[in-house]
């Protein structure tokens, strides 16, 4: 392809001059933390304070205002693409909510608040990844290059960037005076910190910036270079690779404006496309008459729900904290179904590896089994030939089941925390339903459900563990 020739040799260019940028120990040492301030008045203006989102950072030349709430609500968002990607649904959407908001925001521009002119390169170069890999996210989704090449570099792309912004959010969470360590907002932060930063990923957060854009220089560059492949695509690949061949003299906010625009051109266009999105809704019942032993059929989400794969080229998951135990156990009381919006290979491949012996999964189900409405994968319960009295669907994904929402328990989204519980804090209430005998599952499962997300959406990355006794003692 020829039209990619310049690239090519820019992107070899740029990666010989990124990786020339590495940090000299002396150097990282003299960057300093600089304290929050604030003025000390009565309690009333004290309580304020610990509530305000504004916070003044004092730096050495002067007092700046970061706002932690739009810091938070930019690192949900960014969240929120990879926590969908997996499952090719409606990834887009939030794609586009971070965009619009990353648009109509100022989002604050983080290499003020740092004096290393190599650490402010790499702080700028993190932030234009950011809002690139939303833009190839909503790229891919629109002109339905959907397949598990596509989807696992895409993974990889918003894997490193946002553990970028959680290294980036911990360096300024230092900087904080420990008067501000009440203030809400701050407390949010340390949060998000604790729960989302990948154990991988240890070590200093600068050389850990460093390198993760090193990976995503070669990962977007590559990227584009495979992808934005034809005579249609050429005006996105032009303004793309304009940017990552000049990422020194970028300006944030004109990437920013130039991408927000490239968002609007890539949805003009894709709605007055022609092509169609292609996908057979299959009728069922997809699944053989139940085994006698069972009355209750338990369906699993696979990607972010038990696994959580992570590599491109090959398939190598990683496999979420009690999930043996978890269908060893259940096996006894549930027929257990898989049920994946990704391609037969692919999720045979790792079911193979769990359960080698077939002795805990009852039944397979994949993609082509999913009903597509509006371009989204959607399982419906109704075409598994079973009673939704004594179906339920477990997923991380709220869009999964949403046309039998009140069949499903909605839990946290697993990447690589070693110390998840939720797989084992489920075993006891699911076990009671089949004790107790619950006629209605749907019944059971409505106010957890709903507690649930009211939990998720303020932020709680654990809501299950939080409502487990409400739901013990609703059996009751």
Not at 3 to 22: D, T
Not at 214 to 240: P, Q, T, V
Request: some cysteine; charged content about 30%; proline content about 2%.
């Amino acid at each position: 392809m020829s039209n990619n020739q310049p690239l090519n040799s820019s992107l070899k260019k740029k990666e010989s001059k990124i990786n020339s940028n590495s940090y000299n120990k002396q150097e990282e040492n003299n960057e300093k933390e600089i304290p929050l301030r604030y003025n000390n008045g009565n309690e009333k203006e004290s309580n304020n304070l610990n509530e305000t989102k504004n916070i003044l950072a004092q730096t050495q030349e002067k007092r700046l205002s970061l706002n932690v709430e739009d810091l938070l609500i930019q690192e949900d968002k960014l969240y929120k693409i990879l926590d969908n990607i997996r499952i090719k649904v409606n990834f887009n959407f939030s794609a586009e909510e971070y965009l619009e908001f990353s648009h109509i925001t100022s989002i604050q521009t983080f290499e003020i608040f740092f004096s290393d002119e190599k650490f402010i390169f790499q702080i700028n170069c993190a932030q234009i990844y950011e809002f690139l890999s939303a833009i190839l996210a909503t790229f891919l989704y629109l002109k339905n290059y959907l397949n598990e090449r596509t989807i696992n570099h895409l993974k990889n792309i918003l894997y490193y960037t946002h553990q970028n912004l959680i290294m980036i959010i911990n360096l300024l969470t230092k900087k904080i005076n420990i008067e501000y360590q009440d203030n809400i907002w701050v407390k949010k932060l340390k949060e998000c910190v604790k729960t989302k930063r990948s154990e991988s990923l240890t070590g200093d957060e600068k050389f850990i910036i460093e390198q993760n854009n090193n990976i995503l220089f070669n990962s977007i560059g590559n990227f584009i270079l495979l992808y934005f492949n034809n005579k249609e695509d050429f005006r996105i690949f032009a303004i793309i690779n304009d940017i990552m061949c000049n990422l020194e003299k970028c300006s944030l906010d004109n990437v920013k404006n130039n991408l927000f625009n490239l968002k609007n051109m890539l949805i003009y266009s894709s709605e007055n496309s022609q092509e169609s999105f292609v996908h057979v809704n299959l009728q069922g019942p997809f699944l053989p008459k139940i085994d006698s032993k069972y009355k209750y059929t338990l369906v699993l989400d696979l990607d972010e729900t038990i696994i959580h794969c992570l590599d491109q080229q090959e398939i190598v998951p990683l496999i979420r904290p009690g999930t043996k135990e978890f269908l060893s156990e259940l096996s006894k009381y549930y027929e257990i179904v898989i049920f994946t919006a990704s391609i037969k290979d692919y999720a045979d491949t790792i079911l193979n590896l769990i359960d080698k012996d077939k002795k805990w999964i009852r039944h397979r189900l994949y993609r082509k089994h999913t009903t597509v409405l509006k371009n989204t994968y959607l399982k419906d319960l109704s075409k598994l030939g079973r009673d939704l009295n004594k179906v339920i669907i477990i997923d991380n994904a709220y869009d999964n089941f949403k046309l039998q929402s009140d069949n499903g328990i909605f839990i946290n989204t697993w990447i690589d925390d070693k110390k998840d519980t939720t797989l084992f804090d489920l075993i006891p209430m699911l076990k009671e339903i089949v004790i107790k005998k619950v006629k209605d599952v749907r019944k059971a499962l409505r106010k957890v459900r709903d507690t649930m997300m009211r939990l998720y959406v303020k932020g709680d990355n654990t809501p299950y563990n939080t409502v487990v006794q409400f739901i013990k003692d609703s059996q009751k």
